[in-house]
């Protein structure tokens, strides 16, 4: 018996030396190099941007192997996706209100948030309509839907809603139209409102409208009747490797031109 107990132990002795040297034994070594960088990103960001980084996605793809997953929505929504624990990497908003309230919960990364475009608000209608309005204080918004009403995004939530409400209370039509809205999800539900012609008039982003044939600007909002349309852009506190890289990469000057393709503006640095 101890001398089979002997054998037993020389056995047992020899696979646990030979397991020891195989490959894989070793990956956890205190002298491994680090994983390598996420082979794929996630990006919340707001429907307006949709063609842009659709774009801006497929080129830094292509350029460093890296895939970019967008998720596109109201920028509210979004942010309660992610304080609901979405993964996502990055975060890139249509106002800076949203990019507070994830701040402020530390859900985005200390230092990773920069201002990135701009944008104008528009009048749009329909393609075929002919009609003709100049935005001015009290211009006749009401007169101009006549049974009919006014698409734009949610002003609780969305924020080109939010935008919109406070250009028409400054120019005093607010009170003519609140009770007339269609309060849409995002800015690309107001858009198609608009382009099927169920509504006659709607409030949207200028990039939505350059993109879509089956609308027609009436007339652009000054600039001074609205808090400026920015878009910034931040790491989520779970952020992947990678997506910084990405955030680098939309910073560029062939990036801020594919933004100016698309009818954006530059934010000053």
Known sequence: MKRRSRGLRVTCL???TTLMMTPWARAGSATDPPNPPARSITVFAAASLTDSVQELAADFGRSTGIVVKPSFAASSALARQIES???ADVFFSADVDWMDY???RKLIQAGSRHDLVGNRLVLIAPAASTLKLTIAPRFALGEALGAGRLATGDPDSVPVGR???AALTKLGVWSAVENRLVRAENVRAALALVDRAEVPLGIVYQTDAL???GVRIVDVFPDDSHPPIVYPIALTSSARSGA???IDFLRTPEAQAVFRKYGFTPVPR
């Open 85 to 87: 624990g979405a993964p």
């Open 163 to 165: 935008y919109a409400r």
């Open 14 to 16: 020899l696979a646990l």
């Open 244 to 246: 910084q890289q990405f």
């Open 102 to 104: 994830l701040e402020a």
């Open 211 to 213: 993109i879509d044939k």
